[in-house]
């Protein structure tokens, strides 16, 4: 390993947790050209890669075959978790390599070796494994938000019938159950529509300011 590769390890909060001279001869480093795919759908190891150098993008492909980057990675971060023990014949992204990169990778049974041995490494990879939980929710939540948003503003489109403005006819408790989204979610939705400058909620009124 160089200077640099040890640097990355103590930059990372797992592996820092790690003594890494125990499971060296295990390890495999990797390198990948800027562009070069490091992982896809159906070509993937289980295994978990740290980044030594460089960074990498994580990629979801659409049915349409649009693909839209949900997360990157650079030194010190950690990938692989989501297929590492979770059985299944598809990775569920494509990660691909924005810079020259340079990763350490290291196979399932060599994680799982290290779990009984490094109880702080066990320690580190939950409280890591909740730390993408919550980004996930976070990014679940932002989702959600936006289709709420889309929901209320066709609904809005259909009821006002080219009008400018209109009251609601019923209470956002019931604007929610027609919509199929929780109360909160209406009040967010209109929030962001008023935060756009599409509409101007005053009460019970809407104006549509943008028709």
């Known amino acids: 390993m160089t200077a640099g590769d040890r640097e ?36 993937f190891s289980r295994c978990l890669a740290l980044v030594l150098k460089g960074g990498a993008s994580v990629s979801k492909i659409g049915l349409d075959g649009r693909r839209t980057v949900i997360n990157r990675f650079s030194e010190g971060d950690v990938f692989g978790m989501a297929t590492l023990f979770f059985e299944e014949e598809e990775y569920p992204s494509e990660i691909t390599a924005e810079s020259p990169l340079r990763l350490a990778v290291f196979p399932k049974k060599t994680i799982e070796r290290a779990f009984f041995e490094s109880p702080d490494f066990a320690k580190a990879y939950v409280v890591l494994l909740s730390e993408k939980i919550h980004f996930l929710n976070k990014k679940l939540s932002a989702f959600s938000e936006g289709e709420a948003a889309e929901k209320l503003l066709r609904w809005i489109k259909t009821f006002s019938e080219g009008k400018n403005e209109f009251f609601l006819p019923c209470s956002v408790s019931k604007l929610a159950g027609m919509l199929g989204i929780g109360r909160a979610s209406v009040y967010r939705a209109f929030d962001t529509l008023s935060e756009r400058g599409i509409i101007e909620k005053e009460g019970k009124k809407i104006v549509i300011l943008k028709p």
């Open 8 to 43: 990355a390890f103590l930059k990372s909060k797992l592996f820092s947790k790690l003594e890494i001279e125990r499971f060296k001869a295990e390890m495999k480093i990797i390198t990948a050209k800027k562009g070069e795919k490091i992982m896809t759908e159906n070509n």
